[in-house]
């Protein structure tokens, strides 16, 4: 029996058998890391051999060099067209003061030429007096109504003459019209007001009216001091 058994393990019908070596897992891992590594550094020396016999290494580079080049240049005009912006802004603020000054001057000019204007259209009535000429004249007489109820005067008096002593009397100022369809006048209020005239004076004042009146005439009278009249001078609304 023991003999029959004996030939069936060396037989062809014999059961098979395996032999395993036997390695721990840790084992195991770190011989596929480094073959991983060894073939990854393989790939690598090959990637950059095949760099520098085709040369792309080096156009790199030179690449790399001019493309810094270029951003210090484009960094430099940046900086040039900032200072250049800024310079402009800058006289573009002074300009636009100056404008508004000079605006504010055409404006102060313009009154003032528009006050020149109404004092020569006052002062253009000065003509040279005669031989014989009474001793004050009114030379010039304007009105306008302000508001309703209101009247605005301009009154210039001459003394013709360089030698001529300071004239002292008397003015009044009365306005004529209509209200509420009959006739109406009015002198200006506290009545005639002194008056002291060396070589020529401009007078001017308000008088208050009735809104309801419609003024036609405004006339002034002059008087010495004895109450002699001397001028007179109207005008019409």
């Known amino acids: 029996m023991r003999w029959k058994l004996f030939r069936r393990r060396l037989s062809v019908s014999a059961p098979r058998m395996i032999v395993r070596s036997h390695l721990p897992w840790p084992l195991r891992w770190a011989v596929a890391a480094l073959a991983l590594g060894f073939s990854a550094a393989l790939a690598m020396w090959a990637f950059e051999t095949g760099k520098g016999l085709a040369g792309v290494d080096s156009s790199a580079r030179e690449e790399l060099a001019r493309l810094r080049v270029e951003v210090l240049q484009l960094r430099e005009e940046r900086e040039k067209a900032l200072s250049i912006a800024n310079t402009a802004d800058s006289l573009l603020k002074t300009e636009r003061t100056a404008q508004e000054r000079l605006a504010q001057q055409l404006k102060q000019s313009e009154a003032e030429n528009l006050a020149l204007k109404n004092d020569l259209g006052f002062f253009e009535r000065l003509l040279p007096s005669a031989a014989g000429e009474?001793?004050?004249?009114?030379?010039?007489?304007?009105?306008?109504?302000?508001?309703?109820?209101?009247?605005?005067?301009?009154?210039?008096?001459?003394?013709?003459?360089?030698?001529?002593?300071?004239?002292?009397?008397?003015?009044?100022?009365?306005?004529?019209?209509?209200?509420?369809?009959?006739?109406?006048?009015?002198?200006?209020?506290?009545?005639?007001?002194?008056?002291?005239?060396?070589?020529?004076?401009?007078?001017?004042?308000?008088?208050?009216?009735?809104?309801?009146?419609?003024?036609?005439?405004?006339?002034?009278?002059?008087?010495?001091?004895?109450?002699?009249?001397?001028?007179?001078?109207?005008?019409?609304m």
């Open 134 to 236: 009474a001793s004050l004249s009114i030379r010039g007489l304007q009105a306008e109504a302000v508001v309703p109820g209101q009247l605005r005067y301009q009154l210039l008096l001459m003394q013709p003459g360089k030698a001529r002593a300071e004239f002292s009397g008397r003015y009044e100022v009365t306005l004529a019209g209509t209200l509420e369809g009959k006739a109406w006048t009015q002198a200006q209020p506290g009545g005639a007001q002194p008056l002291q005239v060396r070589q020529y004076r401009r007078i001017e004042g308000v008088i208050d009216h009735p809104p309801q009146a419609v003024v036609k005439t405004v006339t002034v009278k002059v008087t010495d001091g004895r109450g002699a009249v001397l001028a007179t001078h109207a005008v019409q």
